[in-house]
């Protein structure tokens, strides 16, 4: 018997849009969620913009108890995580507590509370140092406070892969769900936008230094100059299909047809890069072909050689501007592990409503990249199956295809 994996509740929090439909609004309508950053004083550094959640107040989320035992990031997939099991209308005596697992992704843990915490000690002492220091940085933290806070005893896992990592988690969450888990808790966040954790996003060399907001995060433009880092993520319910239904689930939003993940082979190797192979191995996956698939949510890594490299992959798959393609995180910046869940999302709303987001910015698209990238308007389309790719540095490729269900 073949186990569907199907959405049955849906969570974003992103710089341009606090909530699902918030979020859909915003980038529907062009709304740009990168902004110079105001998290402490960048005048000194070479970059200054980041994509930045300025309407969250962590104590209208969660309690106040929590509040000195956890990152902002922690902060974000707690809310999410609600928000995504109110939308399916989950709580904690819908099914058996080891029915009801948590699989989430985070590739930077907790930056900014440990950052404090190291101010404290270097000015201070050691005995200032909060306690929870010990788990509040750990990249399992999202994954504990959300099976504790929901009481979710089933698998639980975190998985660290830079940008596919949110990608992987929920593939990962659908080979626990086929081996018997009803639910699981999905999704990636991440933010690191503290003088240290921007540092370490600076150093890798691929942050766009371009001031003006509208300009420094260009996927797929001849003008491409490097991404943008943001901070947020998207949380995703997924259930076994009979299970969703004879529980009664308010809605089914999609179902995750495909997964594959790649590595790219060693440079100087001469062999090709593996997101195409990704892509065809998730479609194979979903038992579909080029086809079949309406749109491609891309990577967009917004620098030459990473835009170049997708567009190679998505032209060999699917033929010369041989399907649309989107990247709405052009205006909320690179989200690390929380990007691929946020397109995960925002694929899931376009089948919804038949409607692809546009490439915020982008205008000048070089032709021999020969792909056809949704850009200025929206563009309404009848949307039944999607493709979602996410690469993290030194060659992580992971591909997902959502479809209606």
């Not at 550094?45 to 300025?54: H, K, V, W």
């Not at 975190?158 to 659908?174: C, F, P, T």
């Not at 420094?216 to 076994?240: I, K």
């Not at 989200?335 to 376009?350: Q, Y």
Request: a negative charge; one cysteine or more.
């Amino acid at each position: 018997m073949t186990v569907r994996t199907v959405v049955t509740g849906v969570a974003v929090a992103a710089p341009n849009g606090l909530g699902t439909e918030d979020y859909w609004k915003a980038v529907l309508a062009g709304q740009n969620g990168i902004s110079e950053l105001v998290r402490f004083d960048a005048t000194g550094y070479p970059s200054r913009l980041a994509g930045q959640i300025l309407d969250f107040e962590a104590k209208d989320h969660i309690p106040s108890r929590l509040l000195p035992q956890t990152d902002v990031s922690t902060r974000y997939a707690i809310a999410a995580a609600a928000w995504a099991l109110e939308d399916a209308a989950v709580g904690p005596d819908t099914l058996p507590d080891y029915d009801m697992g948590v699989s989430l992704s985070t590739a930077q843990g907790g930056f900014e509370f440990t950052h404090q915490e190291f101010q404290k000690l270097w000015s201070k002492g050691p005995e200032y140092v909060s306690v929870y220091e010990s788990f509040a940085w750990f990249y399992a933290v999202n994954t504990g406070q959300v099976s504790i806070r929901n009481a979710m005893r089933g698998p639980g896992i975190a998985l660290v892969g830079e940008q596919a990592g949110g990608l992987d988690v929920v593939g990962h969450a659908r080979r626990v769900i086929r081996r018997g888990t009803r639910l699981v808790v999905s999704g990636g966040v991440d933010s690191a936008l503290d003088p240290w954790g921007y540092t370490s996003q600076l150093s890798g060399g691929l942050v766009s230094t371009v001031d003006d907001p509208a300009r420094a995060y260009l996927p797929f433009d001849r003008a491409a100059s490097g991404h943008v880092p943001g901070e947020g993520g998207a949380v995703l319910v997924l259930e076994e299909a009979g299970s969703a239904r004879d529980r009664g689930a308010p809605k089914v939003w999609g179902e995750i047809a495909g997964y594959a993940a790649t590595f790219d082979p060693r440079p100087g190797s001469g062999l090709p890069p593996g997101l195409r192979r990704a892509a065809e191995l998730a479609l194979a996956d979903a038992g579909l072909e080029p086809g079949d698939i309406d749109v491609v949510f891309a990577d967009a890594a917004g620098s030459t050689a990473g835009d170049r490299a997708e567009a190679d992959a998505i032209r060999e798959v699917f033929g010369p501007r041989g399907v649309a393609v989107t990247a709405p995180k052009a205006s909320i910046g690179r989200l690390c592990a929380g990007g691929g869940p946020v397109d995960l999302a925002t694929a899931l709303l376009s089948i919804r409503d038949g409607v692809v987001p546009a490439t915020a910015h982008t205008s000048d698209v070089p032709e021999e990249y020969g792909i056809d990238l949704v850009t200025g308007e929206p563009r309404t389309l009848a949307v039944r199956a999607a493709l979602v790719l996410g690469r993290g540095r030194w060659g992580f490729n992971s591909a997902v295809v959502v479809t209606a269900g």
